[in-house]
């Protein structure tokens, strides 16, 4: 499977293309495979069919709308990165919230970027956009991302690459990280002339080697499967109970912090009202996939405290950079410094998860109307800041509000009258999209009446879920969508009666939280011996 940037879309062509040569090439070699072929294609559609067939439940179709998009997404550009707009969640959830993304969506054939930037695009025809879009992902939270084809596995342990050994390596800031081994790398292909295989990770989604953080999250999966073979767990056993472990941290730990935790109750205790994952045929939400679950894009900081040398406690230390820490993935086709090439991730970018637990300066930022500045400089998978389509091509919000246009997203208003929840009014969004420029933008659109959806669950978050969680039609959409993805899962824990964790290592014995995986994958110290291992 070809490298995958942020936001990229591929063809079903080109995904079963990719992946037999990726076959061809692994043929010879003497491992074994999690999931010997990938998985057939399931469907996207929609939640509320009805409403993507109504014209008054839609943005207008205009050029106009086009451009006023376009305006509104420029606008989104966080105006003062530094400052307090901080949500009380650790920032390690942003990546476990795109670590799960990937695990449940990737959208294949609905436009190349050059025709999503075309100022005369118009919405996909229903029945196309219906018929025409696959997910290439099984969607059943069953950590097809970690053990989907070509995930390499010795025996019944998933294969771990290693990093390489920097020159100089005793000082900050090349330094390795203290109490790290060689084994703290995704298994990677051997450097090629090929950009799309050239050091790839081979990983079940190529997207979790697009930048180091959610590439180490990723790590540490592998890790936690490895962790249970050696308590004596068969390969197939570790899978079954890391993906029953996996589903209960989404549910009682990731979706209490970025939803509404009395619509999580009330979603995980009796189930969903809206979407019935139980029938036939099996589709993903295009509502959940296209808008609401976009959100993470707003809890990214542009910095963070990564490790003992990317930090914020001065020289010879410096601040892990978002740029930074897309540069040291293959998705760059660099992994290392200007010069200095590596074949594997160098040894001083391993994370130190004691960076982020507890929290500290690692904290997302408010769920809101406002994007960091990194995320309108998108790279393509050679590093390159993006350029097909013109400047708005390396945008990610202006993608993002153009794509759900295309795809025939209805509005927030339309949605929240559909869910029974009274919709914002227009003074309402104008005053929770806290900017001037966007409130103008809003106004002369109409947006402030008839608002995209994705900008709607972002402005609800701000307004009503004070910055710190989703408002009630985001919230509504996300968690009856992951719910019900649990309960199609196979191995679902919402259908094995009893179900209780049994891996947690807080001292709540009902509990498995992200820093219970991580303590499991051996990547994160017990309390008490954090601040050795941070070298504190």
Do not use: C
């Not at 009805?50 to 106009?64: F, Y």
């Not at 696959?134 to 084809?149: H, I, K, P, Q």
């Not at 025996?155 to 203290?178: A, C, D, W, Y």
């Amino acid at each position: 499977m070809p490298r995958l940037g942020h936001g990229t879309t591929i063809k079903i062509e080109d995904f079963r293309e990719a992946t037999a040569e990726m076959a061809d090439r692994t043929a010879s070699v003497r491992l074994a495979f999690a999931a010997g072929t990938p998985v057939d294609p399931t469907r996207l559609d929609y939640l509320f069919p009805d409403l993507a067939d109504d014209a008054a439940s839609l943005l207008p179709e205009s050029s106009a709308t086009v451009q006023n998009l376009a305006r509104l997404g420029r606008a989104m550009r966080d105006p003062s990165p530094g400052d307090n707009r901080n949500a009380p969640i650790p920032a390690a959830y942003t990546y476990l919230g795109q670590f799960i993304d990937h695990d449940v969506t990737l959208e294949a054939q609905s436009a190349s970027l050059t025709e999503l930037l075309n100022p005369a695009m118009v919405p996909l025809p229903l029945d196309t956009a219906r018929n025409a879009l696959f997910n290439l992902r099984t969607a059943t939270l069953d950590l097809d991302s970690v053990y989907g084809f070509p995930a390499p596995r010795v025996g019944p342990r998933m294969k771990i690459g290693t990093v390489s050994t920097l020159p100089n390596n005793q000082q900050i800031p090349l330094t390795r990280p203290p109490l790290k081994g060689d084994d703290n790398d995704l298994p990677r292909e051997d450097p090629s002339r090929d950009p799309r295989f050239d050091r790839a990770a081979l990983i079940g989604d190529p997207r979790n080697d697009e930048n180091t953080i959610v590439a180490q999250l990723h790590l540490a999966f592998l890790k936690a499967h490895n962790a249970l073979v050696d308590r004596g767990m068969t390969f197939a056993d570790a899978r079954t109970t890391l993906r029953q472990h996996y589903q209960h941290m989404v549910l009682y730990d990731f979706l209490p912090k970025v939803a509404d935790p009395a619509i999580v109750t009330r979603v995980t205790s009796s189930g969903p009202m809206f979407y019935k994952s139980s029938q036939e045929p099996f589709f993903l939400p295009l509502e959940f996939a296209v808008a609401a679950y976009r959100f993470g894009h707003t809890m990214v900081r542009g910095a963070y405290n990564f490790n003992v040398n990317f930090n914020f406690r001065g020289a010879p230390a410096t601040p892990a950079t978002l740029p930074l820490l897309f540069t040291f993935t293959a998705l760059t086709g660099q992994l290392g410094f200007p010069n200095q090439q590596s074949n594997t991730l160098p040894e001083n970018w391993i994370i130190q998860w004691e960076e982020f637990f507890p929290a500290n300066q690692n904290v997302a930022r408010r769920l809101d109307t406002h994007l960091v500045e990194p995320l309108f400089q998108l790279t393509n998978t050679i590093g390159e800041v993006e350029t097909e389509g013109g400047e708005d091509a390396k945008r990610l919000a202006v993608r993002n509000l153009l794509r759900g246009y295309l795809l025939r997203m209805p509005t927030g208003q339309a949605v929240a009258n559909k869910l029974g929840i009274t919709p914002m009014t227009a003074s309402q969004i104008e005053a929770a999209a806290d900017s001037a420029e966007q409130a103008t933008i809003l106004r002369e659109s109409g947006f402030n009446t008839r608002t995209p959806l994705w900008y709607y669950v972002l402005v609800e978050a701000n307004a009503l879920g004070n910055g710190a969680h989703l408002g009630p039609v985001g919230s509504t959409l996300v968690v009856e969508t992951m719910v019900g993805l649990v309960q199609r899962s196979e191995d679902s824990i919402l259908r094995t009666p009893g179900w209780k964790p049994s891996l947690g290592q807080s001292g709540n014995a009902q509990a498995f939280e992200l820093p219970d995986l991580l303590r499991l994958a051996g990547v994160l110290a017990a309390p008490a011996s954090m601040a050795a291992a941070a070298g504190l």
